[in-house]
């Protein structure tokens, strides 16, 4: 491959990259941390997401990114509503739960039913409901858009939100 070709010193061309290495470097972008909620005929379902971001303040969309392999993602799909609850920094222990595959993930989780009937977690700090609007497929992930129907935060009384939890290289981190 030249140059022309996209590969020059110290970048890897497509073919060579490799998930872990990517996994690795993109892991260096501190993200925030969210559980993806949804009502369905059998019960709450939710998953943890961190490829959360807004998209455009008019019409009010956001998007997350559901691995083409989850086993929740057909389910939010099929009910066409979810929450996307921002967890705060006490929270990581709700992160680990609703990352694990194959376990019951609200056992011991408060939550309750927002207008819209979609779970929203106690003591999420941003709580936010979303129709879906598009799906995109990229690679091994669908992009999924959702306009925002009607959104909270924990403390927007007082002004005093907790601290994020944060995903980094890996691993949850605190703001210090
Ligand atoms: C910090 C963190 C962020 C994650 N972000 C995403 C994500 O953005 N999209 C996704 O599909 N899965 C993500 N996952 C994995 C899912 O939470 C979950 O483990 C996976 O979807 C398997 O469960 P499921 O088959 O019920 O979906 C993340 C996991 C962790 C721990």
């Not at 959360?52 to 083409?68: H, K, M, N, R």
């Not at 376990?103 to 709580?127: C, F, K, N, W």
Request: proline share 3%; charged share 20%.
């Amino acid at each position: 491959m030249s140059d022309a070709e996209g590969k020059s010193a110290g970048t890897s061309s497509r073919s060579q990259i490799e998930g872990e290495q990517l996994r690795r470097v993109l892991g260096h972008f501190a993200t925030g941390v969210t559980v993806v909620t949804a009502h369905t005929e059998e019960g709450p379902v939710g998953m943890v997401a961190n490829s959360f971001t807004s998209v455009s303040l008019d019409p009010p969309l956001v998007l997350f990114c559901a691995g083409t392999g989850s086993d929740t993602w057909p389910s939010i799909q099929k009910v066409g509503h979810f929450c996307i609850n921002v967890l705060n920094h006490q929270q990581e222990q709700l992160a680990v739960k609703f990352a694990k595959k194959g376990s019951d993930r609200y056992e011991g989780v408060e939550h309750m039913l927002s207008a819209h009937g979609i779970p929203r977690l106690a003591g999420a700090t941003a709580q936010i409901d979303c129709q879906i609007v598009a799906e995109h497929e990229a690679g091994d992930h669908v992009i999924v858009v959702g306009q925002v129907l009607e959104m909270d935060l924990a403390d927007s009384e007082s002004g005093e939100l907790s601290a994020p939890l944060i995903f980094y290289r890996g691993g949850f981190v605190r703001l210090s």
